[in-house]
Nanobody
Framework: QVQLVESGGGSVQAGGSLRLSCGAS????????MAWFRHAPGKEREGVAR???????RYGDSVKDRFTIAKDIARTIFFLQLSDLKPEDTGMYYC????????????????????WGQGTQVTVSA
């Protein structure tokens, strides 16, 4: 049973920073892709960042050059560094995982990801 637990959300002013963490437990294989998504009220779920087993990183257009995804050496904790935050970054942030052979090329909708955390709220005030 794969379990993902996010932490690190909070309330910050525009221009501030946060670091989100995603702890993974259970067998998720030694090759997988991990991704962060966000969902704001009235908006569709949006892919924010993804990191593959080979270290390849991908970002949503709205967060490029501001957010950074990373993983620790043991590959069981994943991070999302949020910098230069804007009010439009407000939302619930979720981490998700898939074995590498299931990772879709088109990922930003979140379709196909089977393992999800419960989310952590990020609120950015102007």
């Amino acid at each position: 049973q794969v379990q993902l637990v996010e932490s690190g959300g909070g309330s910050v002013q525009a221009g501030g920073s946060l670091r989100l963490s995603c702890g993974a437990s259970g067998y998720i294989g030694d090759r997988y892709c991990m991704a962060w998504f966000r969902h704001a009220p009235g908006k569709e779920r949006e892919g924010v960042a993804r990191i593959d087993a080979d270290g390849l990183r991908r970002y949503g257009d709205s967060v490029k050059d501001r957010f950074t995804i990373a993983k620790d050496i043991a590959r069981t904790i994943f991070f999302l560094q949020l910098s230069d935050l804007k009010p439009e970054d407000t939302g619930m942030y979720y981490c998700a995982a898939l074995p590498y052979y299931e990772c879709p090329s088109r990922w930003t909708s979140g379709a196909g990801f089977r393992h999800w955390g419960q989310g952590t709220q990020v609120t950015v005030s102007a």
